[in-house]
């Protein structure tokens, strides 16, 4: 059993640090929000009136929150945490921000002995309530020896990106991929069906043939193809429009400082933001094949 502090409770940090009550972990919260402090409340978790609170005695701080601006806040703000903490706790940030803030918080870190790592997750609300993310982390091996014990009670598959920001960048890849072939397989069925093949025929041939991916295995966006998915669900999210456009920021930011001509991802970049601007955002993101059957 393990001390920590877990900082923003929102959709997916309050989940998530139920599962660590739920696995016997001793867990003081904070969030701005006071009900995200009631629920956690009554799933036994100790509140804390600041973040600064919730840290002491913890041996893991772990933080949820929006994007970098507030990560870099909380840990090397003004009253930042980073200056607080004793040097044995260590700080797992799985919030999706972007690469630099996590390595210039990492970097910060180190340089006072503290073990930081980012370790954004793959998975929605979903996968946080079942435990069942995927963290990608970044940061030393020593950190990420300890990250592991604890991540455990909220994932089930636990990577080492490499050093500081590499969950970031790990995470800004896997979902530009992803925004590419889902708009790839959402084109295909679309062409299908135009064609008079029955998208869950064409789906099963797809899956058996070259043209497989994780859109067609569990997340098909053609309606009525897949029972539980988005898709035949009036696409409720699942994953909105709007964290799909976030993570493609993220992602361009990334090529750019990198040197990399993603034409492909400025192309699904460019697609997700005028499906967000035309009022998709709170949608799921496999309704981008929408645009091409309006
Ligand atoms: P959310 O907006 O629901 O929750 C964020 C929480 O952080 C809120 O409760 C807010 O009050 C709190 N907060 C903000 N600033 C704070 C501060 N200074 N101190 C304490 N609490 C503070 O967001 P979410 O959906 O839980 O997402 C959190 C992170 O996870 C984001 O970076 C997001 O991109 C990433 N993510 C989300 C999903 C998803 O499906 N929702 C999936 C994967 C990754």
Known sequence: M????????????????INLVKAGHAVTVFDLAPQALEQLAQAGAAVAESALAATAGAEYV????PAGKH??????????????????????????????????VGEAAAAIGIGFMDAPVSGGVAAAAA??????????????????LILAAMGK?????????????????NNMLLAIHMIGTT?????????????????????????????????????????????????????MVDLMV??????????????????????????????QQDGNGAVDFSSILRTIQD
């Open 2 to 17: 393990a001390t920590v502090a877990f900082i923003g409770l929102g959709n997916m940090g309050g989940p998530m640090a």
């Open 62 to 65: 772990i933080s949820m929150l």
């Open 71 to 104: 990560v870099a806040s909380v840990y090397t703000g003004e009253e930042g945490l980073l200056q607080q903490l004793d040097s044995s706790v260590t700080v797992l940030d799985c919030s999706t921000i972007d690469a630099a803030t996590a390595r210039q």
């Open 131 to 148: 435990g069942t993310l995927a963290f990608m982390c970044g940061g030393d091996a020593a950190t990420f020896e300890k990250a592991k």
């Open 157 to 173: 598959n636990i990577f080492h990106a490499g050093p500081a920001g590499a969950g970031q960048v790990a995470k800004g890849c």
């Open 187 to 239: 084109e295909a069925l679309e062409m299908g069906a135009r064609n008079g093949l029955d998208p869950s025929v064409l789906s099963e041939i797809m899956l058996a043939s070259s043209g497989r991916n994780w859109s067609l295995e569990v997340y098909n966006p053609y309606p009525g193809v897949m029972e539980g998915a988005p898709a035949s669900n009036d696409y409720q999210p699942g994953f």
């Open 246 to 275: 976030k993570d493609l920021g993220l992602a361009m930011e990334i090529a750019e400082q990198s040197g990399v001509d993603n034409v492909m991802g400025k192309l699904a970049q460019q697609r997700y933001l005028k499906h």
